[in-house]
Structures are given as C-alpha cells and as structure tokens.
C-alpha cells in the first residue's frame, strides 16, 4: 500500500504538468489545443533518445524546446493560415506521429537500459533516500507551476490572459493577437513535452501510443481540481491543477487496487466525468429550469 501511495504521488506530480498546459490553452487562451496527445509523445521520445546518448539533462530541454515548435505549428495553422483550432491541432498531431516514429528511429518504442538519467543522477547522490523519485517530480512540477504564475503575470502574460478574454478588444488595444496565441500555444505544449520528457526518463522508455488519452485525463485532473480548490485567482488555478492530478491519481491507483471498476473501462469512466464536469453549468442550469417549472405548474394546479 505504502508503494502505491507514493508511485500515485511521482505519477501525479509529472502528469500534473499536462493539467498546467491545458490550463493555458483551454482556460486562459479558450483554445481546445488537440496537439497535446502527440507533444506528450514528443517530449519523452526526445528526452529518452538524448538521454540514450549520455545527456539526460540537455534531453530535458530538448524536449521543451520541441513541444514548443509543435506549439509553433499549431498556432501558424490556427493563426496564419486560418484553419479552425481544434483541426489545427488534429493536423499537427496527426503529423507528429511521424515525427515521433522520426525521433525514435523509425521504430515504435525506445528504451534505455544502462544510461544515466535525472533520477538515477540524484539517487546516486542519496538526497531524498527512496523518495528521490518523488523529490525530482515534485521539484520539476512545482518550479513549472511558480514559474508559470510569474510568467502569466508580466505585460505578456496578461496580454495572453486578455486575448483569451476578448481577442477583439487586444486587438483594438495595439497587441498582436497573432503572438500572443503562438506564445501561449508554444509555452503550453513545451510544458505537455516536459511532461512527456520526465515521464520517459521515469519509466526509462518511450512508446508511440504513450500520450493516447492524456488530453481527456488532464482535462479530468484539471476539472477536479478547480472543483475543490475553485478558479479565483491564476496562483489557486495552478494548485488546483496540480492537486487535481495528485486527486486523479490516487483515484487510478485505489481502483487499480482495489479492481472497483476494469481497468479496461477506466478510461472510459474518466471521459464520462470529464464530459460531465465540462457540462456541469448546463446541467444546473437545466436543473433549475425544471425546479421552477414544476414550482409554477404546482402553483398552477392550486
């Protein structure tokens, strides 16, 4: 139990960092950004292949770099060329599969054996003890989450934040629209790669379907989360994306445990829920609706 308790806390520290982009580009930029599945595989792809080559810590910043040029790409095809947002993200993960396919030397998985990584690096230095994992994932993510604050609170940060709000009255304001999005978009995925990237060098491995579904569990984590702690401010949302993961795993874990639902279903429960927490306002909404109709039609018949 002790086992799964802290791997539940190492899982939900790393995957926490996809809740983080997805809070920047679904809530503050209002883009459904689909490039996510695939800039999580690109992450750990180039994160496992540089480490392969003995630099695991320049692979953590290769990777960064290329979710943002995914990012890139997403943002030139929604921006520049006109394609709707969420088709530019369809199209740019669809070619990313090939790119990843690239990255890993035409083959569907990539592993490392012998080599080092961040997290043998600071296990041989014997901080932390047998937390080291949970160390490492937890600094990594909470560094990403104050910086990401810090960020969304400069000139460009709240430009990005208004674009999000109303990208007519940014426009009207002398900022380019066009750079704000591509900045939030690229920011978003490098930290969907980053993600990827410590997940890979976690597991020492990296597979072509690793990032299938992490869109729909980092909308779960991020959906619970601002369910407990709310959406008052940008420093409460980066919490409740955070803790949402830690939520989301520790849920995952329990039922693997304890075999409450299939394993072969979990995915399926967790669309549901997050179909459900995105429909919530009109669910109340209808709810009330059919309170005060049936108030009225019992008024009615007196």
């Known amino acids: 139990m002790f086992y799964v308790i802290q791997t539940a806390l190492e899982l939900g520290f790393m995957y926490a960092l996809v809740a983080l982009a997805l809070f920047l580009s679904y809530r503050v930029l209002d883009i459904a950004d689909l490039t996510t599945d695939s800039s999580f595989v690109l992450g750990a792809a180039v994160s496992v292949t540089v480490a392969a080559s003995g630099h695991p810590f320049l692979a953590i910043l290769a990777a ?34 090939t790119v990843n396919l690239m990255v890993m030397g035409w083959s569907s998985n990539v592993s490392l054996l012998k080599q080092e990584t961040l997290f043998t690096m600071l296990r041989d230095t014997g901080i ?14 909470i560094l990403a989450g104050v910086l990401l ?9 709240l430009s990005i934040r208004a674009t999000g ?9 002398s900022i380019n629209p066009v750079f704000t999005i591509s900045v939030g978009l690229c920011v978003a995925n490098g930290l969907t790669a980053l993600s990827g990237a410590v997940v890979g060098q976690y597991q020492k491995s990296a597979d072509i379907n690793s990032g299938t579904g992490i869109v729909v569990i980092g909308l779960a984590c991020l959906i619970i989360g601002e369910t407990v702690c709310g959406r008052r401010s940008v420093g409460r949302n980066v919490i409740a994306a955070i ?6 795993r520790f849920l995952y874990a329990m039922i693997l445990k304890t075999a409450i639902v299939p ?9 549901i829920v997050v179909a459900l927490a995105i429909a919530s306002p009109t669910l109340k909404e209808w ?6 109709k049936m108030g009225s039609v019992q008024k009615g018949g007196r």
Do not use: H
Not at 149 to 157: A, D, E, M, S, Y
Not at 167 to 172: H, L, N, S
């Open 64 to 97: 960064v770099a290329a979710g943002a040029c995914a990012g890139f790409v997403t943002a030139f095809l929604q921006t520049r060329l006109g394609v709707p947002s969420i088709l530019a993200g369809i199209v740019t993960n669809t070619g990313l599969y």
């Open 243 to 248: 803790g949402g993961s830690m939520i989301y």
């Open 149 to 157: 604050v810090l960020f969304l609170g400069t000139r460009l940060g």
């Open 165 to 173: 709000d109303n990208k007519d009255m940014v426009r009207a304001s």
């Open 263 to 271: 394993i072969e279903c979990l995915k399926l429960v967790t669309a």
């Open 128 to 141: 932390g003890g047998s937390w080291y994992k949970l160390l490492l994932a937890a600094g990594i993510t």
């Open 287 to 292: 709810t009330s609706f059919q309170r005060r």
